[in-house]
């Protein structure tokens, strides 16, 4: 895998672990400005869907585990998910 992947790789399995991190656990607008990235439409460089095309992850396909789950327990089965699904231990 390519630097540039893995660097936008654990981008979006940080973003995943924000999104769904208890809120008392993040500096205030973490979590939000995490969760608003990880919706967002923008297809400009940095935003997550061209980091998705970037390392060639359907984007759809992370949002709809997200829409399934709540909680940090399911976040954490989700980034371990995540993690197996693009070859990175943990």
Known sequence: MLPEAQLWTHVIIQA??????????????????????LASSNEEVGSFLWACQLINVDPH???SALMKTAGPAYARK?????????????
Do not use: Q, T
């Not at 989700?78 to 943990?90: E, H, I, Q, S």
């Open 78 to 90: 989700k980034v371990k998910l995540a993690n197996r699904m693009w070859g990175y231990p943990g």
């Open 16 to 37: 995943i672990r924000d999104s769904e991190a208890p809120v008392l656990s993040k500096a205030p607008g973490v979590r939000r400005y995490a969760k608003h990235w």
């Open 61 to 63: 396909f992370i949002r």
